[in-house]
């Protein structure tokens, strides 16, 4: 049931899941062609006992003591420092103001005695020297300090034009895969959020009790499809249903909610779609017949009068009923003719109708 859900609300909203997607790929590329490239080299060092120790156990401590990671964690905050750095720089001639720009990081290899040292700039051709500068100026130092161990270069940083950030294509591939994620992730909320929103409005504009429009929703509607189409035909009827006087007061509210439920079902399978049902008061109900003028009305309500006046059998008592049902009919007579006069034209019809023994009539100038 829930993957169907998504599934709906997948297929409802994809254009707006394309739009995020595609919004995603936008922005991506346009990050990526107007960010400064980044390029990257790196160096990487060696760290191993000094081989001017003279005896074994020399050696053997040398080597445990390099197996506890203590020494190459300290060569590598050497390498990351700024003085280090600094010194890098002015070798090359740069202020190191002027390398703003410019970062540099070190990475000691698991299960491992080597260091790689990364410096990442605009500048592949700096980024280069600055790394083997870098490392060299390191080593220096080190072996001014240190005497028991060794340092020094296991590969030296080699220029490539590679750009390290942005990647065009990988930021615009996982860019296409977000903006996706972000456009179904919102489309389900909207559908949550909607569903409820729609709930609320239906039951606004519901009748509780027979599931039909209010009268008030019903009025609205009516005005709407006047002004909407002026010169078509259009009929209003009002259906009372005699036998159902007594029955609102004396059954229970369940029991009066399903019959009056049955009654709404059998009016909507009589009419079209796009015709429309509405409670007008508690034993009265509406129905807007647009695009039908008095003549089809006629036969459509006396069709529907005579499905109503079979005897209606209740759910929960097995009793039967039978709810005498009467039609008040009116159509349009002039194009600018409001809603208030076809109303009590249907009125005036269903009085006419309650009074004598035609059931269902239609109003004419006459009456």
Known sequence: MIVQFYLRT???AWWFIVMTTLLGLTISLGISYTTTPLYRASASLIVYPNANLTSSRDMVTSLDTLDKRSITSTYEDILNSKRVFDEAAKGLQFDPKELTGYTHWTAVQPESNTIELLVEGPNPQIVTQLANDIAKNGINYIKGIYQVFDITFLDTAVMSWIRVKPQALKDGAIALGIGFLAGILLAVLSEQIRAPLETLRRRAISDRFSSAYTTR?????LE????RRPLEPLSLALLDLEGLHELVEALPEPVLTSLLHT??????NQLRGNDVVGRWHQTAF????????????????ERIRQALSEPITLEATAE????IPSVGLAERLQEDEPSSVMIQHAETALEKARQSDKKTVLYAQSQ
Do not use: D
């Open 10 to 12: 997948i297929q409802r």
């Open 217 to 221: 929703h019903f009025k609205r509607l």
């Open 224 to 227: 709407q499809e006047i002004v």
């Open 263 to 268: 009654v709404t079902t059998i009016l909507r």
């Open 286 to 301: 509406a129905l807007m017949l647009p695009s039908t003028p008095g003549s089809a009305a006629t036969r459509t309500m």
């Open 320 to 323: 039967t009923v039978s709810l």
